[in-house]
T-cell receptor, first 116, second 113 residues
Framework: DQQVKQNSPSLSVQEGRISILNCDYTNSMFDYFLWYKKYPAEGPTFLISISSIKDKNEDGRFTVFLNKSAKHLSLHIVPSQPGDSAVYFCAASAYAGGTSYGKLTFGQGTILTVHP | EAQVTQNPRYLITVTGKKLTVTCSQNMNHEYMSWYRQDPGLGLRQIYYSMNVEVTDKGDVPEGYKVSRKEKRNFPLILESPSPNQTSLYFC????????????FGPGTRLTVL
């Protein structure tokens, strides 16, 4: 049972335009969400996160939006650059009993290609 | 430089031949974890460790063992590898103070023939 889903395997965008990557989750216990970026032959690197008490978090060109009622989050990249071409994973975790267990549940990933 | 290292980066082996993938971090992180990445499935957690001598199963632990005798090291052991363990493996670590921003190693591409 895939608790975190990224339904778009790939996305192609022109340089300078907005990239929107989407992610849906089913587990209502998830209360912290993250986006990771992965280049070929490298490990995932943390990009941005959001707590369930917020609906938006911004870091430079990257903004994550969270819609708890729809169990949906999205990552906006504005403006998109060719160096943003990578696989993007969304991930979710549940904070249980005062301890962060560190378990991340990942989506399948979306391949973003930004064309010059 | 703060990093998570894994060795080997690439490994081709045969069914049943025991192997160990090493993972080491130099950030004094308490938490370490192993994931495997498979097409269409994203990353799935195999095992994790909250601290030295404390380990627990993740979502897909079958066929794997781990140990945490030192804080910096968290090896992944495949006692009798099978072809369905052919995958890309990642080790990750995080500080107990961090909510969940984990640092990942570069990955180990394992092929079991």
């Amino acid at each position: 049972d895939q608790q975190v889903k990224q339904n778009s395997p790939s996305l192609s965008v022109q340089e300078g335009r907005i990239s929107i990557l989407n992610c849906d989750y089913t587990n209502s216990m998830f209360d912290y969400f993250l986006w990771y970026k992965k280049y070929p032959a490298e490990g995932p690197t943390f990009l941005i996160s959001i707590s369930s008490i917020k609906d938006k978090n911004e870091d430079g060109r990257f903004t994550v939006f969270l819609n708890k009622s729809a169990k949906h989050l999205s990552l906006h990249i504005v403006p998109s650059q060719p160096g943003d071409s990578a696989v993007y994973f969304c991930a979710a975790s549940a904070y249980a009993g005062g301890t962060s267990y560190g378990k991340l549940t990942f989506g399948q990933g979306t391949i973003l290609t930004v064309h010059p | 430089e703060a990093q998570v290292t894994q060795n080997p980066r690439y490994l081709i082996t045969v069914t049943g031949k025991k192997l160990t993938v090493t993972c080491s971090q130099n950030m004094n992180h308490e938490y370490m974890s192993w994931y495997r990445q498979d097409p269409g499935l994203g990353l799935r957690q195999i095992y994790y460790s909250m601290n030295v001598e404390v380990t627990d199963k993740g979502d897909v632990p079958e066929g794997y063992k781990v140990s945490r005798k030192e804080k910096r090291n968290f090896p992944l052991i495949l006692e009798s590898p099978s072809p369905n363990q052919t995958s890309l493996y990642f080790c990750a670590s995080k500080s107990a103070d961090s909510y969940n921003e984990q640092f990942f190693g570069p990955g180990t591409r394992l092929t079991v023939l």
